[in-house]
């Protein structure tokens, strides 16, 4: 390498630091981007968010027929389904139906098959707070532990065909899994405290002196 294209390299060097300083300056004079949420949000999140944004997904429970083109349309099979016969009405109905959230990718693969007689019995809300003290409370339960719901049956009539709607589901769902998972809980917490008296137990200072 010559002196000139040894001079060039370091100008050009100089001059990609001063632009990157430039930028970085420039920064401190501005109204911050970041607010702090949710206190300072004009408007709720949910408003502000796009107008495709796929959040948690919900099941219209009173309008599922039971077809499981959900689940069967998962990538990662996410949704559990189980159809059991009513020993008392003797018809098909329908004992669980679990989404895990903590698997789910967001595809909307589940939404678009769910158009067999019923319209948006599953899609996706625009909600979106998943924060949890355990996996556990991730999985949505739609229908309670015990409870039989039977299947919609579609009429005949297309124009009739209901469409889904936003609703309180995914809500209902996600504080039905976080208050049937209270031994689980338990668990975790028993563990996290044996984990912390464990690391406080091996630090220097908790040790008794040498005498």
């Known amino acids: ?15 990609t630091i001063l632009e990157g300083m430039a930028v970085t300056f420039s920064h401190l004079f501005r109204e911050p981007i970041t607010v702090q949420y949710p206190d300072k949000l004009d408007r709720p999140m949910s408003e502000l968010l796009p107008a495709r944004y796929r959040g948690f997904l919900e099941v219209q429970m009173d309008i599922c027929t ?11 099979d996410c949704i559990a389904i189980d159809l059991v016969k009513d020993p008392v009405a003797k018809k098909q109905t329908m004992g669980r139906f679990d989404i895990d959230m903590g698997k789910c990718m967001y595809c909307g693969l589940c939404v678009e098959a769910c158009k067999h007689e019923s319209t948006g019995a599953i899609r996706h809300t625009r909600e979106f707070e998943a924060a949890s003290a355990s996996l556990d409370h991730l999985t949505f339960r739609f229908i309670p532990e015990g409870t039989l719901v039977p299947l919609y049956k579609a009429p005949k009539d297309l124009s009739e065909v209901p469409v889904g709607q936003y609703g309180p589901h995914a809500r209902e769902a996600r504080e039905r899994a976080m208050r049937d998972n209270p031994a689980r809980l338990k668990e975790l917490r028993t563990f996290w405290a044996a984990e912390r008296a464990a ?7 908790a040790k008794p002196a040498k005498t």
């Open 66 to 76: 039971g077809c499981k083109r959900c689940e069967k349309s998962c990538p990662i």
């Open 1 to 15: 390498m010559d002196l000139s294209q040894y001079v060039k390299s370091i100008s050009h060097a100089a001059n």
């Open 199 to 205: 690391k406080i137990d091996a630090t220097p200072e």
